[in-house]
């Protein structure tokens, strides 16, 4: 597995979801850092592994947890096993969670967990990623 990553804009009604316009971007990070433990995993997991058998694609448990924030985004850290491939694949993801033009925006970075310290290469790339975000948006 390489690096490869998604951007999205969640859904509402079939609308992306704008955020109040009263809150700054760090006040909308923060709050979202404040939601990061009342995420039920569980159901995302179910959630993500329907779509993905789809696919033929299953994960196997799924971890994730906070793994800080600063002026442009929220990281969010995931990992998981995957049986992508006959063998079989751990995978690890940091996902940015933000705020452009007044839309919340997440953005996964996935990679192999093999290679050293994927957790922290993956998060110096994100934190780029959405500096370079911010400033285009």
């Known amino acids: 597995m390489t690096r490869y ?17 009263s809150y700054s971007r760090q006040q909308a990070i923060d ?10 995993a569980a159901s995302m997991q179910d959630r993500v592994n329907e779509r993905l058998s789809k696919e033929g694609v299953s994960l196997g448990k799924m971890t ?18 995957t049986s992508a491939s006959a063998a079989g ?20 970075l996935y990679g192999p967990a093999d290679g050293g310290a994927p957790f922290e ?3 110096a790339a994100q934190k780029k990623n959405a500096a370079l975000l911010v400033k285009a948006n």
């Open 5 to 21: 990553g998604t951007y999205l804009a969640p859904l509402s009604a079939g609308h992306a979801t704008k955020v109040p316009t």
């Open 31 to 40: 709050e979202m850092a404040k939601a990061m433990p009342t995420l039920d």
């Open 64 to 81: 994730s947890g906070l793994l800080g924030k600063d002026e442009n985004a929220l990281y969010i850290g995931i990992a998981a096993n």
């Open 89 to 108: 694949a751990r995978m690890r993801c940091v996902t940015l969670m933000t705020v452009l033009k007044g839309y919340a925006v997440s953005g996964n």
């Open 121 to 123: 290469k993956l998060l």
